[in-house]
């Protein structure tokens, strides 16, 4: 299972409704914080979000838009008593900044922090846990950037309702199934897993891609994902500055999404000076149908 | 004239509604933000404050709660195409925290960024302009942290009504007297100054004081003004905590301004323990009865 929380989805200054990136990724119970803008720890507290969930954050790079609410939640964490680690992933510099800051208001955690600086311009898995599966994607920005792969291997096998019908089995029964165990039934006999299940459904994949110039070189990475967020800070009739800031427009993220053949695409990091969003769809759709637009505090399904 | 407008008045976490320390003061239609706890940019959007107008920031102490919006604002000034200089006053460090958070964003501001560090532990004057004066008052917090007292010189002399009644006089005539001018009569007559004015209205002094333990050093820099902002995180039921973790009760921010005879005390940072804030005016008024409570995006005139 893999839920998406939109905590914000605005590009480079915060207002009011409307929040920078921050999304929370939640798979099978894991919390998973992608990006952390100045107030994040607001829209967390306004989703009812527990705080001592989130154990790993992933900053794609360090633009202020996606880490300056960063130190904040570091120092609400130690201010609620947090004593469980906290890793950090992000670009080199994320730990100098982060401790300059605790060094100079002599608050320093009272929980293990880890930060795990990432540098490489190639693709590396950075975590890799209970069947959960981290992977960086390069990016293309005028800063170094990373967009993250999640990949959710599930373990349980999925029962064959077609013969396990014409038993009567416990949901004792259906737990050990689902773990690949044989079962005993009342009468004494054995009946085999593999007769009664078939195989655990494809891993799930979450490719989060933001902030980008268009970049074909990511397709490769992304290939059929369930779902894609690309960054579309931008409409076309703004195509030029798109190019300057390096980052994309609708049309752009929805050529990606068509090229890497994914299911569905989310569009976000809208600029702030677009304020009918509908207009992102209409231009994604002309390649790319299944497309929908990111709201702060909304919750996908993955 | 002077307004304050309190854009966060609460201590440690910001949390919807309640937000951290930050507050502009308009002295003469010149604003100057004190402290700039993260989302005061969104704290001043939501007061339709014009950004370009604030040109001087002072920051008490290099506590999270008091500056860490102060990159984001520095970063919001820069997409807004500012140009004017931008004047950074408080601690030691505070320019190596900004610079280095810029060096890896890449993202030099366009306009000028000046930072005036401080360190000394005796009262200073740091700020002088257009009969505005910003003197420091030393606290004692558990890192280096200052207050700030602002003075503002009236230029302006009174205007005699009682005299200037008894001739017809046009509001070009009014602006000359208070500038200090005699005028001449249409009849071809002078009337000097002195006989058709009084002496400008005293100094105005609002004197900001917070984080600090109960500090009776202070009381000499704030005597007598007319507006005192004194912290008062905690309850005396939680006097112990105040001690341990240097920060005032109500009762003793009374207590300063009892002995220093200020005309008005507001309250505020306040704990988030605290559901019930009418408790601080019960408990100060005690010692002290012109007391009123901060309140977040409420504003005041001194």
Not at 75 to 92: H, Q
Not at 110 to 135: A, M, R, W
């Amino acid at each position: 299972m893999m839920k998406l929380l939109i905590l914000g989805c605005h590009s480079a200054t915060p207002r009011e409704n409307k929040h920078t990136t921050s999304q929370l990724l939640d798979i099978n119970g894991s919390m998973f914080l992608i990006d952390c803008g100045e107030g994040t720890q607001m829209q967390l507290r306004k989703s009812k979000v527990k705080f001592s969930q989130i154990k790993n954050i992933f900053i794609s790079h360090l633009h202020g838009d996606h880490f300056y609410g960063l130190i904040g939640l570091i120092s609400t964490f130690r201010l609620l008593g947090r004593e469980s680690p906290l890793n950090v992933y992000g670009p080199k510099g994320i730990k100098e900044i982060i401790t300059l800051q605790l060094k100079f208001s002599k608050s320093w955690t009272n929980y293990p922090l880890n930060f795990h600086e990432l540098s490489s311009t190639q693709s590396e898995c950075i975590f890799e846990e209970d069947g959960i599966k981290v992977e960086t994607i390069p990016l293309d920005h005028r800063i170094y950037t990373n967009g993250f792969l999640f990949t959710s291997e599930s373990e349980k096998r999925k029962i064959n309702t077609a013969v396990t019908d014409k038993y009567n089995l416990s949901p004792f029964h259906f737990s050990q199934l689902q773990k690949g165990m044989s079962i005993n039934l009342e009468d004494g006999s054995i009946i085999k897993n593999k007769f009664l299940t078939l195989l655990p459904d494809p891993p799930l994949k979450y490719a989060y891609c933001s902030d980008t110039l268009y970049h074909e070189p990511l397709i490769e990475k992304i290939r059929k994902v369930d779902f894609l967020y690309h960054e579309s800070t931008f409409l076309e009739i703004h195509s030029e500055l798109a190019l300057k800031t390096k980052h994309s427009t609708a049309l752009q993220a929805a050529k990606i999404a068509k090229k890497a053949n994914v299911k569905k695409l989310m569009l976000g990091h809208f600029s702030n000076r677009y304020s009918d969003k509908q207009v992102f769809i209409d231009e994604a759709k002309i390649e790319f149908n299944n497309v929908i637009l990111a709201e702060d505090l909304k919750t996908f399904m993955i």
